[in-house]
């Protein structure tokens, strides 16, 4: 598996959790990265994206405050941290390499998507 997302599990409102990308074959250091969530029964959603350089993030509107994503191109991760957990913020979360130095939150521009981790937030 090229992509790997890790992090995920339980916790409860309020907590945290730290989800990692890793990319096996190191070919994400030019391009921009991205989180996206899908819940049950639900379509995928943009959650954050970082610019290939770390120095451009974007993120939706129902994270904003409380998630912050982040990258360390040495060891080609890129991080999520997640914060202030909420009952909704429950999913699979994916990571997806861009084909751009920059990408936003159209999940057309990603070309290249991991396996998920579960997030579950209990109320």
């Known amino acids: 598996v090229q992509l790997q997302a890790s992090g995920g599990g339980l916790v409860q409102t309020g907590g945290s959790l730290r989800l990692s990308c890793a990319d096996s074959?190191?070919?994400?250091?030019?391009?921009?990265v991205g989180w996206f969530l899908q819940a049950p029964g639900k379509e995928r959603e943009f959650v954050a994206s970082?610019?290939?350089?770390?120095?451009?993030?974007s993120y939706a509107d129902s994270v904003k405050g409380r998630f912050t994503i982040s990258r360390d191109n040495a060891k080609n991760i890129v991080y999520l941290q997640m914060d202030s957990l909420k009952p909704e913020d429950t999913a699979v979360y994916h990571c997806?390499?861009?084909?751009?130095?920059?990408?936003?939150?159209?999940?057309?521009?990603?070309?290249?998507w991991g396996q998920g981790t579960l997030v579950t937030v209990s109320s």
């Open positions: 074959r190191r070919t994400f250091s030019n391009n921009a």
């Open positions: 997806a390499v861009a084909a751009r130095p920059y990408s936003g939150s159209d999940s057309a521009g990603y070309r290249l």
């Open positions: 970082i610019s290939w350089r770390g120095d451009r993030t």
